[in-house]
């Protein structure tokens, strides 16, 4: 099954950036949104292999992560936190010492998304996308949003960013709460399972942050938008001054 979603999700991506009309796949124009988050996931997950490989096979690399992961979700598990509420509703085998092993990969995960995001922001910040002096096609990376339809774009764009921003804050929340619903009736997930752990934690930690970046680069773009729109009246009402 996991064989088959990644070669239907490799595939999907081959066809969407091959093609010369975008589809589904959103932000195609857009390098270090995309980057930062493939990377974001990827890392996420090898760090949790690896401090799941450590406990079988110590090793000082092993040690460290779990360390700095160890260090953040004891940090971080105060009440109401994502990272306590994840822990104690994932933990439900009850087996020894599953709380400290979720708890330590919520916290190892969390972290990289908190960098993830800083680090995206500073490349907004720096201009490194979008670039406000090159022209920025909505269709091509925002091809399921229908400017023509419901309103002012602008307003839309950042209603859609405003939107996305509380889903990512949200959804730390939000995830195990799902989970748990979703499994009522089948058998429980055990977070014992390295690979249910691993991509469990891996997800909860990818779509909030996510989403927030997604909010941030859709009011990045009405901004953008909005100077476009500003600098056309001042020309226009230049010229008409010229003119009289």
Known sequence: MVTLIALFAGLLTFVEYYSTYPGLVEFRDAKPFNRIRFLMLFITVLFLSVIETGR???????????????????SMDFPYSPVRLAAELLATSGAPG???????????????????MAIFTMQLKAGAWPHRSAAFNVW????TFDPS??????????????INIALGFLLPFWNPRVLNFASMGFQTLSMASPQTLIWTVSIWSFLPASLFMRGITMHRVADMIREKRRAGALA??????ATA
């Open 56 to 74: 079988i096979e110590p090793s000082s690399t092993s040690q460290f992560i779990h360390s700095v992961g160890a260090l953040i979700g004891y």
């Open 236 to 241: 226009a009402a230049s010229t008409k001054f």
């Open 98 to 116: 599953e709380y400290e092993v979720i708890r330590t990969a919520t916290g190892i995960a969390y972290l990289i998304s908190l960098i993830s």
């Open 149 to 162: 339809s419901g309103g002012d774009v602008v307003d839309r764009l950042n209603r859609d960013a405003r």
């Open 140 to 143: 091509v990376n925002l091809p």
